[in-house]
């Protein structure tokens, strides 16, 4: 069975950074793309940032230039360094993955990590 555990996430002032993490667990023959989610109280969830096993990114409009996705897949781990941050930034954010195991590809999330933008 494939877990995904974000970590990371908290309260922090409007200009600071926090780096969030993502941990999967489980029998995980081959990961396709790992990225990072974030919903906000009454909003949808949006994609923040994804990148691919060939190591390509994107990311979504607003967090261009301030937060860097990177990866280490034979730790299966991704990572989510967020500076600069902006009380429009509050969100929780889900950890995401696209994954090949025993059964198949499947899409996996994380339980979120809430990141509170504040003074």
């Known amino acids: 069975q494939v877990q995904l555990v974000e970590s990371g996430g908290g309260l922090v002032q409007p200009g600071g950074s926090l780096r969030l993490s993502c941990a999967a667990s489980?029998?995980?023959?081959?990961?396709?793309?790992m990225g990072w989610y974030r919903q906000a109280p009454g909003k949808q969830r949006e994609l923040v940032a994804i990148?691919?096993?060939?190591?390509?990114?994107s990311y979504e409009d607003s967090v261009k230039g301030r937060f860097t996705i990177s990866r280490d897949y034979a730790k299966k781990m991704v990572y989510l360094q967020m500076n600069s941050l902006k009380p429009e930034d509050t969100a929780v954010y889900y950890c995401?993955?696209?994954?090949?195991?025993?059964?198949?590809?499947?899409?996996?999330w994380g339980q979120g990590t809430q990141v509170t933008v504040s003074s």
């Open positions: 995401n993955a696209d994954l090949r195991t025993i059964t198949g590809r499947h899409t996996y």
């Open positions: 489980g029998s995980i023959f081959s990961i396709y793309a």
């Open positions: 990148i691919t096993n060939g190591g390509s990114t």
